[in-house]
């Protein structure tokens, strides 16, 4: 079946980075869109960044747009989430998923597109 695992997060200072890894399996990870979602406990699950099967196209969220870079590796059936410049209003519990479909879909930034999840990896943003 289709799974994802999340690996990489942790407690980080402000202003600190942190690099996310997601691993991909049971499924052409070369033929899906690959996103991040974030959530907090209360709140609904949150875009941060997709990116198209091909590696070429990215889509970011507006309030991490300048800090926070998406990539992949088809080789290796990875997907990455680069985060520079941490602030605490980033701390969440960070989840990968993916879909066959055009990164340019209008759904593609709605977590209700996506079928399948990690387990998610918490990213702590705090002194």
């Known amino acids: 079946q289709v799974q994802f695992v999340e690996s990489g997060g942790g407690l980080v200072q402000p202003g600190g980075s942190l690099r996310l890894s997601c691993a991909g399996s049971g499924f052409a990870f070369d033929t899906y869109r690959m996103s991040w979602f974030r959530q907090v406990p209360g709140k609904e699950r949150e875009f941060v960044a997709v990116?198209?099967?091909?590696?070429?196209?990215?889509d970011i969220a507006d309030s991490v747009k300048g800090r926070f870079t998406i990539s992949r590796d088809n080789h290796k059936s990875m997907v990455y989430l680069q985060m520079n410049d941490l602030k605490p209003e980033d701390t969440a519990v960070y989840y990968c998923?993916?879909?066959?479909?055009?990164?340019?879909?209008?759904?593609?930034?709605?977590?209700?597109?996506?079928?399948?999840w990690g387990q998610g990896t918490q990213v702590t943003v705090s002194s």
């Open positions: 998923t993916g879909q066959r479909g055009s990164v340019l879909s209008p759904r593609r930034r709605e977590a209700k597109s996506y079928v399948d």
């Open positions: 990116i198209s099967d091909g590696g070429t196209i990215t």
